[in-house]
C-alpha cells in the first residue's frame, strides 16, 4: 500500500457504482485510453494543421452558415476531440476521479507546448487549452450522469 493521497468520488453513490464497475470498466477503459491516446498523439503532433485540406469545404459551411466561423468550427472540434479523454480517464480511474481533469490539462499543455518548441507550422493558443479541458470535463461528466442513472434505488 502507498502512502499517496486517493481521491476519493464525489459521493457514496458513485463510490459504489465505482466499485462494483471497477474492474471490467477500468480495464476496458485503459485498452481504450491506449488507443485513443495514439490517435490523439497523431492529430496534435501531426507537422501541419489537420484541417489544411479541409479549407474550401470550411468556407463552405461559414458561407451556408454564417455563425458557424472557422473560429467557432476549431473550438467545437478541440471540445469534441477531448471529450472522450474524460470518458476513458473516468472509466480507467474510477477511484480516482479528482485526477481526471488535472490529466487532462497536463495533456493538453504537453500538446499546446509541444506545438510550440516543435511545429512551426502549427499554432498553440490558450483557447485550445479552454477547448480541451472542456472536452475532458463533459466526458467525466456523462460519465458521472450514466452512473447516477444507473444506481440501484
Known amino acids: 500500500m502507498t502512502d499517496a493521497p486517493v481521491l476519493a468520488p464525489a459521493n457514496s453513490s458513485t463510490a459504489a457504482v465505482a466499485t462494483k464497475a471497477w474492474p471490467l470498466a477500468q480495464g476496458r477503459g485503459i485498452r481504450l485510453l491506449l488507443v485513443y ?44 476531440l477531448f471529450v472522450p479523454l474524460g470518458i476513458l480517464l473516468a472509466l480507467a480511474l474510477p477511484l480516482h476521479r479528482g485526477l481526471v481533469l488535472p490529466i487532462a490539462l497536463a495533456t493538453t499543455l504537453v500538446i499546446e507546448s509541444c506545438q510550440a518548441l516543435f511545429l512551426t507550422e502549427r499554432t498553440p493558443s490558450l483557447r485550445d487549452i479552454v477547448a480541451n479541458v472542456l472536452g475532458a470535463s463533459i466526458g467525466l461528466a456523462l ?10 434505488d
Open 143 to 152: 460519465v458521472l450522469l450514466l452512473e447516477r442513472r444507473k444506481l440501484p
Open 37 to 80: 491516446g495514439m490517435a490523439l498523439a497523431l492529430i496534435a503532433f501531426w507537422p501541419t494543421p489537420v484541417d489544411r485540406g479541409a479549407a474550401g469545404l470550411l468556407r463552405t459551411i461559414s458561407r451556408a452558415v454564417p455563425w458557424l466561423t472557422y473560429d467557432v468550427i476549431e473550438m467545437t472540434a478541440n471540445i469534441v
